[in-house]
DNA sequence: GGGTTGCCCGTTTTT
DNA sequence: CGGGCAACCC
């Protein structure tokens, strides 16, 4: 849940440091490390990076070392602030927290970037000229409004994809560039063309919207501390320490955000495993871990090697197959425990066909379930999620009970998207999204032609779709439904004001003739949908208000799997880093799928080395026991279609594998170029010296802005006094209104006589420099 | 304004 | 093969 940060810290004065002595004598939960753990923990002061292998323990280092600051008196709970990716990490820290030095626990800053990110926001919303009830768009609101923009624009969206438009500007996002600061010669395609020349009108839009995207929740407090030094200063005096979970995965905003907060007593501690970092197609840069000492020239760095997971086979195979990698900094993995049993080999088995695969995996599974191992000690990975599908049905058949993971997400579905969209509408009826979803669902009779009319009206009342339905010329049945329609969201709001979160649900989704929508249709989803529905009433018994919960469910995308059943998981591989099972199963490990094609043919050698940290990741899950597969023919889209095992079969060390049936190695065909031979392969050769950063890793066209050119310049602006006076006659460029001259400054607000003769009151940020 | 047909496309997706 | 979506028709 999203309860992190609700707890106002007193107002007391901080005693520095370095004035407290040790307090407390003996820190029981210390005896439980290893030496690099407890150095891990103990080293406070400064810059640390912690190269933590899978399986060795990092989530122990970071609560440990948070319980350790507080009760070394090192700083208040409310003075660190400690990051992670997802909502179940930074849950399950809180919770270990909270088991050592309890009710204190709750007084840190944990949270996800998102959610730290939104907090800062809200509290400072007028800074940029939001107010601080904004929303945060859903994935398909963004979506939504970036092809309305393109549609305006008269670009044809079947021929340009607004979802690859959308990808690119939050790329832009990622690496913390706002519109003006996106190099034009960025616009290396049509598509990127159009999404360079959207981004500025996107912004304008989610801004009169009085609404952030995800990117924004990073992206926006460093646009706020940049322009506010007083605001960063408070920030910066207030976390003594930072601590920063998967440190591999976070983009080049995230690594600003830190940097900024971290500027002045520089303890930061991030901890992550550049073998592990497989979302570089999202953002994620991997060069923050590769040169975290470039940044930070005086960082420790300690490496966490001892791996308590796996057995040595397994760990002789992960390492054997990931020492085929350039781009990584080096660490080894090593049973906790040399005179433990090295386990059994890893199962390497090829099959005819993909049913065959899947037919084996489960009769392996119910075999060994029969052995006493638990289903929900059992996981069958996959690359791709069309391959779940196949073992779906094979699981079906056998009666194993079994959760595919992934794909469809609980606050992504149709009917709890809907659901979300009239509390919203509840909370605040100026969301125009909002009101856009569900003001014809179920069917209200109103379609383009009287949407039309509403939203002329908005625009030339300026107000909200909602308010604008009053005045909009309507009539017949239109004008009835609409008026009832506003009539129930405003019953609703005032039921609202007494009644508990679900009975308020309930009421509108009733009373709107939603539930009956589902209700009435036949087809097999409807009951499934209304379940969702009634699972949403759950959920919402532990929120207190309509705003509480959409700020969760906004940041939040699926329900945390309850799952207490014994069951079986199918996942993809990027859905299982961070979990751990007994046994494995590793599918489909065919050349084209795995490593996939595209991955390949869009970042060559990085996107090759990035399928392989997949593989890594994958094979580094199991405790116990893996078996990796393969199928010589698959069915793809209706129809067959042959591959070669995986070249990362071979990259198996044969001392850690065993092949079985079919699965023999005459398969990959003897002639096959050793095209994956890495001493073969085409790297940057002057780069044999300097920092792994140096190496091809970064081959990109030198006009790109680079996360070096950004990083270098950041500190500058930040420090640089606001230049108020300065952009007084500078021409600028608008996206919408044109070129002008700026005619007074007040901070950021310009006002900007256009060439037009209008003079309007604009952001800077809105502006372009010409 | 709403239902139906036919066409396109098909990796991964923490928030 | 099958889902999603836009053009198309009633």
């Known amino acids: 849940m999203m309860d992190v940060f609700e707890i106002e810290e007193p107002n007391e004065t ?6 407290i002595e040790q307090t407390v004598e003996r820190l029981p939960f210390l005896v439980d490390l290893n030496p690099e753990q407890l150095q891990a923990v103990e080293h406070t002061e400064g810059p640390l990076l912690v190269l933590s292998g899978a399986g060795t323990g990092k989530t122990r280092v970071l609560t440990t070392r948070t319980a350790y600051i507080i009760e070394k008196h090192l700083a208040k709970p409310y003075q660190i602030l400690a990051v992670t990716f997802t909502n179940k990490a930074a849950n399950e820290m809180k919770l270990r927290l909270e088991k050592m030095i309890g009710s204190a626990a709750f007084s840190v800053w944990l949270g996800t970037f998102h959610a730290i990110g939104v907090k800062i926001l809200r509290k400072h919303a007028e800074k940029l000229n939001l107010t601080s009830d904004f929303t945060v768009l859903s994935a398909d ?82 646009v706020l501390f940049r322009e506010n030094p007083d605001v960063l200063e408070e920030y910066q005096t207030r976390f ?44 994620a840069e991997v060069g923050n871990i590769l040169s975290f000492q470039k940044f930070y020239p005086d960082a420790g760095i300690i490496r966490l090697e001892r791996n308590y997971r796996s057995t040595a086979h397994i760990l002789g195979a992960a390492s054997g197959l990931i020492s085929h990698n350039e781009s990584r900094l080096g660490k080894t993995l090593r049973p906790v425990d040399d005179t433990a049993d090295v386990g059994q080999k890893v199962t390497v088995k090829g099959f005819w066909n993909d049913m065959q695969e899947a037919d084996w995996v489960c009769e392996q599974i119910e075999l060994s379930q029969k052995r006493g191992i638990s289903l929900s000690q059992t996981a069958v990975l996959v690359r791709a999620t069309f391959q779940t599908r196949l073992f779906e049905d094979a699981l079906r058949k056998k009666g194993l009970p079994y959760k595919i993971i992934g794909g469809f997400k609980f606050y992504e579905r149709e009917e709890i998207k809907d659901a979300v969209a ?34 002329e009206t908005a625009r030339e009342k300026k107000v909200s779709l909602f308010d604008a339905v009053a005045w909009a010329p309507l009539k017949g049945t239109v004008r009835q439904s609409l008026d009832s329609f506003i009539y129930l969201i405003k019953l609703a709001q005032e039921k609202a004001q007494t009644a508990t979160l679900p009975e308020t649900a309930r009421f509108i989704l009733e009373e709107s003739g939603y539930m009956q929508l589902w209700q009435q249709e036949k087809s097999p989803e409807a009951d499934g949908r209304i379940e969702n529905i009634e699972e949403l009433y759950n959920v ?152 792994v950063f140096d190496k091809g890793q970064w081959k990109r066209e030198t006009f790109q802005k680079t996360a070096y050119d950004f990083y270098d310049r950041l500190p500058m602006k930040v ?52």
């Open 14 to 19: 901080i005693t520095a440091p370095e004035k």
């Open 422 to 455: 009239y509390l919203r509408l509840i909370l605040n009826s100026n969301d125009d999204l909002a009101f856009l979803r569900v003001v014809n669902k179920p069917k209200r009779g109103v379609g383009a032609k009287a949407l039309e009319a509403v939203s």
């Open 540 to 691: 919402l018994h532990d929120y207190d208000t309509i705003r509480d919960f959409i700020e969760y469910a906004s940041l939040v995308s699926d329900t945390d799997e309850t799952g207490d059943e014994d069951q079986l998981v199918v996942m993809t591989l990027h859905a299982s880093k961070g979990l751990e099972f007994q046994n494995v199963y590793l599918t489909g490990w065919e050349e084209e799928l795995f490593p996939h094609k595209k991955a390949l043919d869009e970042s060559g050698t990085d996107g090759l080395e990035e399928e392989r940290r997949l593989a890594y990741v994958g094979l580094t899950r199991a405790k116990e026991y893996v078996a990796v597969t393969y199928a010589n023919n698959r069915r793809m889209y209706g129809h067959w279609v042959n591959a070669l095992p995986s070249r990362f079969i071979e990259e198996l060390p044969p001392e850690h594998i065993v092949i079985t049936g079919t699965g023999s190695r005459a398969f990959l065909p003897a002639d096959r170029p050793n095209y994956f031979d890495r001493r073969t392969r085409d790297f940057d050769s002057d780069a044999d010296e300097g920092s």
């Open 240 to 283: 003594r320490y930072i601590l920063v979970d998967e440190y591999q995965d976070t983009n080049v905003a995230q690594y600003l955000l830190l940097r900024l907060l971290a500027q002045k007593w520089h303890n930061i501690c991030c901890v992550g495993d550049d073998d592990q970092s497989i979302y570089s197609w999202r953002g």
């Open 141 to 222: 609101d963004q979506e939504r409004l970036i092809k309305n923009i393109l549609t305006e624009r008269g670009i044809d969206v079947k021929k340009y994809d607004p979802a690859t438009v959308l990808e690119i500007i939050q790329r832009w996002k990622d690496r913390g560039l706002l519109p003006q600061e996106v190099d034009f010669r960025e616009k290396k395609s049509q598509i990127s063309g159009l999404a360079f020349d959207s981004y500025q009108t996107y912004q304008n839009r989610l801004h009169t919207l009085n609404a952030v995207d995800f990117g924004d929740l990073l992206l926006l407090p460093i």
């Open 719 to 770: 420090y640089q006094t606001k230049e108020t006076g300065s952009r007084l006659g500078k021409r600028v460029r608008h996206e919408i209104f044109g070129s002008g001259t700026v005619i007074h400054a007040e901070g950021e607000r310009l006002d900007v006589r256009f060439d037009s003769g209008e003079i309007k009151k604009i952001m800077a940020r809105f502006l372009e420099e010409i």
